[in-house]
């Protein structure tokens, strides 16, 4: 008697935080816009402004609301403790390895009683192993907790750039470090973001680095990335503002937009030229290039355009080899002359296949090598010849091969290979001998042999066969009551390739199915899958989405009842609109940082890298097109939908935590079902990007045992004692 009052006390003090939900929402306050003669009002605009009072308050108590609605579950503690037993079976977690062209090694190494990684090294693989730098030593501000996400080293490894950053902000400061006397010399070069843009190249002496600079300081600012450019800093001095090689303001000949990332490639230290690119969010760029002793002149020449379609290339003398979609949307790759560069008309050393895509290639002394894949979950490794293309055998069917050398004055070939169910194997290929080169002691346990991959087409509502991945243990039973968890992505060409990740396993091994549905908009098809989900077409996405979750209930896997969905960033457009146009055919949906009110992110100052992937909404067919996306716009009032996570960092460079906090509002305005309607912003995370350890576990748990939740599983439902 005493648990079924208990119990009830608990239930009804859940009930009470819902519905507290309710309450607590701020008043609309109706913006109107007009876009091409068409009236559209925003009712929470307001909720655009961070830093007001109101707002903040308004978050705060919805974040509170939702963090005590999920500590309530059953089990999450649960899956954060076993995520750390999982954690220890491994003596050490490496990332980020790095090796040069004389055989050193560096990588972060993270040991289970860490919460976040060091920067080590060894001269070679079988080398001994030193420490570099702790980042817990860098603290030019108290009470902050950085984290290495980026460094690297220059040609003759005595000294190493290191990117830090804190609070899941991604923009870093770089520091050096002498790697032989471990002393830090007296630069910090403030405003970066090398992990995600332009990298940081080491010029051929040693003498400094080409860096991408943002010059709006902080994240919240408009302009915080436009305008940014390639300077040169040259080590040991401490001037205000470092030398401009590359950008809109000084190559005013260049077609350089203001949202463009200027960014610079050097890929050897005997490259002759220096390679400027245009990039950000579009899969294809122009690109100019400069001789290597006229750095800091203007006159960059172009090489090739956005036009041409250049995924990827390499610099062999004063050629370039190159992978590109035109006329051949599975990819092939081509070579042709730097001074005098025809990317159409170039000679083909390997040609297209119909029926797999070519995802990556290398070139060593001993040839050209390539990857192709059938759908992104079947990957093999080819040696280019003159006659026929020859396979090379690897030790086990991998679902990821990614490959990479030192060029063409170099016979070694690294293999990096992965799995659904397999952790990241590497070998070392040379002299047609292939040898295991794991540094890396992450365990692959058994804790997943018992698992089912089954990989089907599903035939869209237009017809495409949509690839569909689907995960479960062997004694399943497709019965219609198995909590399944989907997710996709389906933007920006980018492919959910196989990895084993801590958050699908944890979530097979508690008795789910896993899914991931491989959209168009993503890159599992080639280019033209991507186009197939791209601005005007975009709806293909969630379509695609929709038939496939239709396929899983009609097959017996699930039902509605037991259906839950995944996605964040980009993929926030998949779920919000699958979630608003069916929200019937869910039990609960779950958005990270979702980009889910399309008609404002031009506003945001991420925005306008952006159009190139979404479009703008100054184009009226590409203002349609973004306001079809836009799940925000798409809500309904007195519709029932289904429980809705959502989940946003204050510190995000990608997308504003007030996409989150603006659909929430209006979706607890119109929803008329008892479900839960929780946002949870964090003021200590970003885009789920750079976090500790423990955080990242904490971030996965939350999303399981509310999915769990909502499924009905028994063992996440609200706790008794």
């Not at 980018?494 to 789910?512: D, N, V, Y």
Request: charged share 20%; aromatic share 10%.
């Amino acid at each position: 008697m005493r648990n079924f009052y208990l119990l009830t006390m608990i239930l009804n003090s859940i009930v009470i935080s819902i519905n507290a939900q309710n309450s607590t929402i701020l008043t609309p306050e109706i913006a109107i816009d007009q876009y091409h003669n068409q009236n559209i009002e925003d009712p929470y605009r307001h909720l655009e402004n961070l830093s007001n009072p109101e707002v903040k308050e308004w978050i705060e108590s919805q974040s509170e609301i939702a963090q005590s609605f999920l500590n309530s579950i059953e089990k999450k503690q649960f899956l954060i403790d076993k995520q750390i037993e999982l954690d220890t079976k491994n003596e050490f977690v490496i990332s980020k390895l790095k090796v040069t062209h004389d055989e050193y090694h560096y990588y972060l190494k993270r040991l289970p009683t860490e919460n976040v990684a060091k920067l080590y090294y060894r001269t070679s693989f079988e080398g001994e192993e030193h420490l570099l730098y702790d980042p817990i030593s860098f603290k030019p501000l108290e009470n902050k907790n950085y984290i290495i996400n980026y460094f690297q080293p220059d040609w003759v490894n005595s000294k190493i750039a290191i990117g830090l950053t804190e609070k899941g902000k991604e923009i870093s400061q770089i520091i050096i470090l002498d790697i032989h006397t471990n002393q830090i010399f007296p630069e910090v070069l403030q405003n970066t973001w090398p992990s995600d843009v332009g990298g940081l190249q080491w010029l051929p002496d040693n003498s400094g680095f080409i860096y991408v600079h943002f010059p709006n300081a902080t994240t919240n600012s408009q302009n915080f990335l436009l305008n940014t450019n390639s300077a040169l800093h040259k080590i040991g001095e401490l001037q205000e503002k470092d030398t401009t090689i590359f950008s809109k303001e000084f190559c005013k000949n260049l077609d350089i937009k203001e949202e463009d990332f200027p960014t610079t490639n050097i890929e050897s230290r005997s490259n002759k030229y220096l390679i400027g690119k245009t990039t950000g969010a579009n899969a294809y760029y122009n690109a100019y290039y400069l001789p290597i002793n006229k750095i800091g002149a203007t006159d960059w020449e172009p090489l090739f355009s956005k036009k041409e379609l250049i995924k990827d290339y390499t610099i062999i003398g004063d050629s370039i080899i190159f992978k590109t979609s035109y006329n051949a949307p599975n990819f092939k790759i081509g070579i042709t002359s730097i001074q005098n560069p025809n990317f159409k008309t170039a000679r083909i050393l390997v040609p297209e296949n119909k029926d797999h895509i070519l995802t990556d290639f290398a070139v060593t002394s001993e040839g050209l090598y390539y990857v192709t894949s059938k759908n992104s979950v079947q990957a093999k490794l080819f040696r280019h010849t003159s006659q026929q293309d020859e396979e090379i055998k690897l030790p086990k069917i991998y679902g990821t091969i990614e490959i990479s050398s030192h060029g063409q004055s170099y016979p070694k070939l690294w293999i990096t290979s992965k799995g659904w169910t397999t952790n990241s194997e590497r070998h070392e290929y040379v002299n047609n001998v292939l040898t295991p080169k794991n540094i890396d002691n992450t365990s692959n346990s058994n804790i997943l042999d018992n698992i089912i991959i089954e990989e089907i087409e599903v035939t869209g509502h237009d017809g495409q066969k949509i690839p569909l991945s689907i995960f479960y243990h062997k004694d399943m039973v497709k019965n219609g009551k198995n909590p399944v968890l989907m997710d996709g992505y389906g933007s920006y060409g980018i492919a959910m390739k196989p990895a084993m990740l801590i958050h699908r396993t944890l979530w097979i091994l508690e008795g789910g199915v896993y899914a991931v549905a491989h959209v168009r908009g993503g890159g599992e098809k080639g280019e033209a899958w991507h186009k197939g989900g791209y601005k005007k077409t975009k709806p293909n996405t969630w379509k695609d989405f929709i038939s496939c979750a239709e396929h899983l209930i009609s097959n017996q896997y699930t039902s509605p009842k037991k259906l839950s969905i995944l996605s964040g960033s980009a993929g926030g457009i998949l779920i919000g609109r699958a979630l608003t146009e069916r929200p019937d055919l869910f039990a609960s949906a779950i958005i990270e940082f979702g980009t889910i009110n399309m008609l404002r992110f031009e506003t945001h100052n991420n925005g306008a890298n952006n159009t190139k992937e979404f479009g703008t909404v100054k184009d009226p067919e590409e203002f349609k097109a973004l306001l079809e996306m836009d799940a925000y716009h798409h809500l309904k009032k007195n519709e029932k939908y289904p429980a809705v996570l959502l989940t946003a960092g204050l510190n995000d460079p990608r997308v504003p935590a007030w996409f989150s906090a603006k659909f929430m509002a209006k979706l607890q305005a119109y929803d008329v079902s008892n479900n839960p309607k929780l946002l949870l912003v964090d003021s200590d995370s970003g885009h789920g990007i750079d976090n500790t350890k423990i955080k990242t576990f904490e971030r996965y748990a939350n999303i399981i045992a509310f999915a769990f939740q909502q499924t009905g599983h028994p063992e996440y439902q609200f706790k008794t004692d």
